[in-house]
């Protein structure tokens, strides 16, 4: 569940760049969990609940380079046209994501369907692979 939550956190960054901007991120059961800011570049920093720093995205054409908290390279997204694939570190493909209008499908590494995001104004909701409501990311 973890390694899905990033991909989705993942294309956010690569759905919203180009637009200076802060975002709020909010667990199940409305807990904040953290935010992002996104500058006119299309690079993203990510803090934690607690406003630590946890790492940031880097935004050069259509890709995205991810890096944790101390800097090291953490993996990559490759964006054509409304669909993402996502890359680990080491090269390995690990998922993708299918953009259709205001929906976001999310697939993992096998292909199996890991659950959509809904985006409605500059609010977008998620939900895991059974349709349970995971969260929210609130502009």
């Known amino acids: ?3 899905i939550t990033h991909v989705m956190l993942y294309t956010l960054v690569a759905l919203l760049v180009g637009t200076a901007s802060a975002d709020q991120f909010y667990g199940p059961h409305g807990n904040n969990v953290g935010r992002a800011e996104t500058d006119s570049n299309g690079n993203t920093r990510y803090y934690d609940r607690s406003g630590r720093y946890i790492g940031r995205a880097e935004k050069s054409g259509n890709n995205v380079r991810y890096y944790d908290s101390r800097g090291s390279y953490a993996g990559r997204a490759e964006i054509s046209g409304s669909n993402t694939r996502y890359y680990d570190s080491r090269g390995s493909y690990s998922g993708r994501a299918e953009q259709s209008g205001n ?3 999310y697939y993992d590494s096998r292909g199996s369907y890991a659950g959509r995001a ?3 104004g500059g609010n977008t909701r998620y939900y895991d692979r059974k349709g349970s409501y995971a969260g929210q990311k609130n502009r």
């Open 103 to 105: 929906n976001t499908r």
């Open 118 to 120: 809904e985006q409605s």
């Open 1 to 3: 569940m973890k390694k």
